[in-house]
């Protein structure tokens, strides 16, 4: 199970807030970017119409996706870092733009 599904489970989206938070809507879904940790790396977030939430985050200086956020095991400490700012994230989005 991703991060996101984790998070988001039974969570229904407010898209009125998610606009107000930022989001962009075209056409069915909601998009949401920002850079984190000193502009480093970048969320790109998307809330479909259905409410089904989806994450991804990107390694500018690599200019690729940054999947190791979906690896638990991982004892590297600049892995763990980037998975908990990102987890930040989501549980402000959650928190502002999800109802129960």
């Known amino acids: 199970m991703f991060i996101e599904d984790k998070l988001f489970d039974k969570k229904k989206a407010n898209f009125h807030k998610l606009v107000e938070y930022g989001f962009k809507?075209?056409?069915?879904?909601?998009?949401?970017s920002v850079n984190f940790l000193d502009d480093n790396y970048k969320a790109y977030i998307t809330v479909h119409k259905s409410g089904t939430l989806n994450g991804k985050v990107y390694d500018l200086?690599?200019?690729d996706e940054?999947?190791?956020?979906?690896?638990?095991?991982?004892?590297?400490?600049e892995v763990k870092r980037v998975r908990e700012e990102y987890k930040k994230i989501l549980e402000d989005i959650k928190k502002k733009c999800y109802d129960l």
Request: net charge negative.
């Open 25 to 32: 809507k075209k056409k069915d879904t909601y998009e949401y």
């Open 61 to 63: 200086e690599m200019d």
């Open 66 to 77: 940054y999947t190791l956020i979906r690896c638990e095991s991982s004892k590297s400490e």
